[in-house]
């Protein structure tokens, strides 16, 4: 994720959580159980083709654009209910020694 020298994203960043707009649970439930059906039914769609190399890469970039997606909304706080352990751990919020998830490129 592109971040400032603060270590924030930059203003207008796609995956910057919404400071005037904050996220409804049931709206961060509703995004992640639709990607859950596109995803599941994207498998089964490209599982459906003959194997070729293109259709390998297609299949991987689909999967990681669903999975960068899903991660997004994971990590969203939300406005009317306290947090869930396990996003505030995913998102480095959680107390004791935890960091972001996340990969070192």
Avoid: M, Q
């Amino acid at each position: 994720l592109p971040r400032t020298s603060s270590g924030a994203p930059p203003p207008g960043c796609f995956w910057a959580p919404p400071a005037d707009a904050p996220v409804r649970s049931e709206t961060r439930s509703a995004i992640l159980a639709s990607l859950r059906k596109l995803a599941r039914h994207f498998a089964v769609a490209s599982l459906a083709l003959p194997p070729t190399r293109e259709l390998d890469a297609l299949r991987v970039l689909t999967s990681a654009a669903i999975a960068a997606v899903a991660d997004a909304a994971f990590r969203l706080p939300t406005a009317n209910a306290p947090p869930s352990a396990a996003a505030e751990h995913y998102a480095g919020r959680a107390g004791g020694p935890t960091a972001p998830f996340g990969f070192d490129g």
